[in-house]
Antibody, heavy 119, light 110 residues
Framework: EEQLVQSGAEVKKPGESLKISCKGS????????IGWVRQMPGKGLEWMGV????????TYSPSFQGQVTISADKSISTAFLQWSSLKASDSAMYYC????????????WGQGTTVTVSS | QSALTQPASVSGSPGQSITISCTGT?????????VSWYQQHPGKAPKLMIH???NRPSGVSNRFSGSKSGNTASLTISGLQAEDEADYYC??????????FGGGTKLTVL
């Protein structure tokens, strides 16, 4: 079964750093782009960016460029989303999703990681 | 870039059909056939329902269909069922090689 499994919920303080993960299985991880999607409480989905684990080519949404870092380690079939200095406004659910092989849709989704930033 | 425009809410009775619109620009919806639709139930991850404007993934009911005309894409759900009550999001590839979601539409089955 093709699946993405994300790391568990995080509770952090403003200014702290954080790295969450998304592990793929059941398919050739290095051959599919992985995207990250933010959903703030009670709000809609926001596309953050994508990475191609095969060569780590990355594209960011202008809204998230410079705010987060997307990376991947194909040797462990895992993609990452990280912050160097969290803000309260980063509190949200974060989903990783696999982009389909040919199109630009997201056909396999992780279960989501809740990030709470509070002093 | 700005989010694609969707109605905030739609509703219909069981057995009826509803259509959700998704309006963008020539730089996204109108410029590419990379429009997809996602269903999200409360507390759950989104699920792909339509890809490449009008294609259904394996396992998705044929009650769901998609189309596009100019800068507007549409999702139609026929034979509404209680289980269809959820939030629906459109998504498009853009000319900047990024992606953009619609604001989401809450579907209520009366």
């Amino acid at each position: 079964e093709e699946q993405l499994v994300q790391s568990g919920a995080e509770v952090k303080k403003p200014g702290e750093s954080l790295k969450i993960s998304c592990k793929g299985s059941g398919y050739r991880f290095s051959s599919y782009w992985i995207g990250w999607v933010r959903q703030m409480p009670g709000k809609g989905l926001e596309w953050m960016g994508v990475i191609y684990p095969g060569d780590s080519e990355t594209t960011y949404s202008p809204s998230f460029q410079g705010q987060v870092t997307i990376s991947a380690d194909k040797s462990i079939s895992t993609a990452f989303l990280q912050w160097s200095s969290l803000k309260a406004s980063d509190s949200a659910m974060y989903y990783c999703a696999r982009r389909s092989y040919v199109g630009r849709d997201m056909d396999v989704w992780g279960q989501g990681t809740t990030v709470t930033v509070s002093s | 870039q700005s989010a694609l425009t969707q109605p905030a809410s739609v509703s219909g009775s069981p057995g009826q059909s509803i259509t959700i619109s998704c309006t963008g620009t020539t730089s996204d919806v109108g410029g590419y056939n990379f429009v997809s639709w996602y269903q999200q139930h409360p507390g759950k991850a989104p699920k792909l329902m339509i890809h490449d404007v009008s294609n259904r993934p394996s396992g998705v009911s044929n009650r769901f269909s998609g189309s596009k005309s100019g800068n507007t894409a549409s999702l139609t759900i026929s034979g509404l069922q209680a289980e269809d009550e959820a939030d629906y999001y459109c998504f498009s590839y853009t000319s900047s090689s990024t992606g953009v979601f619609g604001g989401g539409t809450k579907l209520t089955v009366l």
